[in-house]
């Protein structure tokens, strides 16, 4: 049986990122950053005002104190989106607006509410106060310089990271295709919510949440129909996802029972196993395997071993024909209010909750046909084999919300 990591190792050496392709900055949110994005520009463009108010030289308002005014004639007016052709001069200054180009000569700006008219001479302003040089301007290139990396090839496009690239000017962006993932559920006890159940059945829960989870790790989700237990149905349904998808994930029948098809179809509609079973509670039965350049990951049908496989095995193997760099779950450190018992002799990776402030509650029932733990649970934590944590001990959560 393989470790975890070794699984891991033989999924992400197997499976390459997609090809390319270029979307409009607007579609950009949440894909992948396929080339490094240099910055065809300087940020801020141009030497700008941070305020309302007036550009000046600070020289000329050295000595101002509220009990001893300066004034300055008013040369000019600029407009945010204005061009300034005024030059500040010894003496003089320029009406500003915030975002409006610094004009030629001036060296700070001076916010309004720290001038007062001169209601005798509309040209004008008294200054109450000295200033710094470069007070209120905001220098060009201060945030981003010309020619400096914006964002990283592999990176995933935020909203910020988005944000910048507008500011930048970019409109079309080179991504990595979003994988297309086909969601397959086998059990012939399944049937679908909404529908009155006959004797024996149960409502199929897992191509939803998987569902879910695939669209959250950057891919397309299609779901496709129950397929019962027989081996013609599931390779009839391996064969109709893999040919319209990059990857099928399949849950339930990858185990040793008399109904466990999944393997046997996919073999035999060519497909290449690559390994059965991992090291990991739940979830030990799960399948990788290959056919041509589609991928199959059969994930147990239990609803929490299908979830803990697909954050473990699926999702990185997703962010990797992303062509993403990003690392797996997010790790947060925490402190246990409560123990976690491992008794067996695979990890257990077990459902808890982690609060805001850190704290991390064990859900009490760990087995893996909970729905409710799932419900409530925000994340994992690894439980080496027949290990006992206690209460107030510090872990680290494996977070699939953040
Ligand atoms: P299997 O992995 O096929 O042996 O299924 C293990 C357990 O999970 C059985 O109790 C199944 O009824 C249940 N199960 C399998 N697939 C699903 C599903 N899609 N939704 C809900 N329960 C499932
Ligand atoms: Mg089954």
């Known amino acids: 049986m393989l470790e975890l990591e070794d699984a891991l190792k033989r999924i992400l050496s197997t499976i390459q990122p997609l090809e390319h392709e270029t979307?409009?900055?607007?579609?950009?949110?949440?894909?992948?950053l396929a080339e490094p994005i240099v910055s065809p520009v300087d940020l801020p463009r141009f030497d700008n005002s941070a305020m309302d108010g007036y550009a000046v030289r600070a020289a000329d308002l050295a000595a101002t104190r509220a009990e001893a005014p300066v004034?300055?004639?008013?040369?000019?007016?600029?407009?945010?989106?204005?061009?300034?052709?005024d030059q500040v001069k010894a003496g003089t200054?320029?009406?500003?607006?915030?975002?409006?180009?610094?004009?030629?000569?001036?060296?700070?700006?001076?916010?309004?509410?720290?001038?007062?008219?001169?209601?005798?001479?509309?040209?004008?302003?008294?200054?109450?106060?000295?200033?710094?040089?470069?007070?209120?301007?905001?220098?060009?290139?201060?945030?981003?310089?010309?020619?400096?990396?914006?964002?990283?090839?592999?990176?995933?496009?935020?909203?910020?990271?988005?944000?910048?690239?507008?500011?930048a000017g970019l409109a079309g962006l080179c991504v990595s295709r979003q994988p297309r993932v086909g969601l397959l559920a086998t059990g012939s006890e399944l049937a679908e919510s909404g529908r009155s159940l006959q004797p024996g059945q149960i409502y199929e829960s897992n191509?939803?949440?998987?569902?879910?989870?695939?669209?959250?790790?950057?891919?397309?989700?299609?779901?496709?129909?129950?397929?019962?237990?027989?081996?013609?149905?599931?390779?009839?349904?391996?064969?109709?996802?893999?040919?319209?998808?990059?990857a099928a994930?399949?849950?339930?029948?990858?185990?040793?029972?008399?109904?466990?098809?999944?393997?046997?179809?996919?073999?035999?509609?060519?497909g290449e196993l690559n390994f059965w079973k991992v090291s990991i509670k739940p979830g030990k039965p799960f399948v990788f395997g290959r056919a041509g350049g589609k991928f199959l990951f059969g994930l147990p049908g239990n609803p929490v071993s299908a979830l803990v496989t697909f954050l473990l095995l699926a999702r990185p193997a997703l962010a990797r024909m992303q062509g993403a760099s990003e690392p797996g779950l997010s790790q947060c450190p925490g402190t246990?209010?409560?123990?976690?018992?491992?008794?067996?002799?695979?990890?257990?990776?077990?459902?808890?909750?982690?609060?805001?402030?850190?704290?991390?509650?064990?859900?009490?029932?760990?087995?893996?046909?909970?729905?409710?733990?799932?419900?409530?649970?925000?994340?994992?934590?690894?439980?080496?084999?027949?290990?006992?944590?206690?209460?107030?001990?510090?872990?680290t959560v494996l977070r699939w919300d953040c």
């Open 207 to 246: 191509r939803v949440m998987l569902a879910g989870l695939v669209r959250r790790s950057g891919a397309q989700a299609e779901i496709f129909q129950l397929v019962p237990d027989t081996l013609e149905t599931t390779r009839a349904a391996l064969e109709t996802v893999l040919a319209r998808c990059d």
């Open 71 to 85: 004034s300055l004639q008013v040369c000019g007016k600029v407009a945010a989106g204005g061009v300034s052709t």
């Open 336 to 395: 246990l209010t409560g123990p976690l018992a491992n008794p067996v002799d695979r990890r257990h990776f077990m459902r808890v909750v982690q609060e805001p402030d850190g704290r991390v509650r064990p859900l009490g029932a760990q087995g893996s046909h909970f729905l409710s733990s799932i419900a409530n649970a925000n994340g994992l934590v690894d439980v080496p084999p027949r290990t006992s944590f206690a209460s107030g001990r510090a872990v």
């Open 23 to 32: 979307v409009a900055l607007t579609e950009a949110a949440d894909r992948v």
């Open 93 to 167: 200054c320029v009406r500003l607006f915030t975002g409006s180009p610094l004009p030629e000569g001036a060296d700070a700006v001076v916010m309004q509410e720290d001038t007062r008219p001169d209601p005798s001479r509309p040209d004008t302003v008294w200054f109450l106060q000295a200033v710094r040089p470069w007070e209120n301007v905001r220098l060009r290139g201060e945030d981003v310089k010309r020619g400096t990396t914006l964002v990283a090839a592999g990176d995933r496009l935020t909203f910020g990271r988005i944000g910048l690239l507008a500011a």
């Open 249 to 270: 994930i399949t849950t339930g029948g990858v185990s040793v029972g008399e109904f466990d098809f999944v393997k046997a179809a996919f073999e035999q509609m060519g």
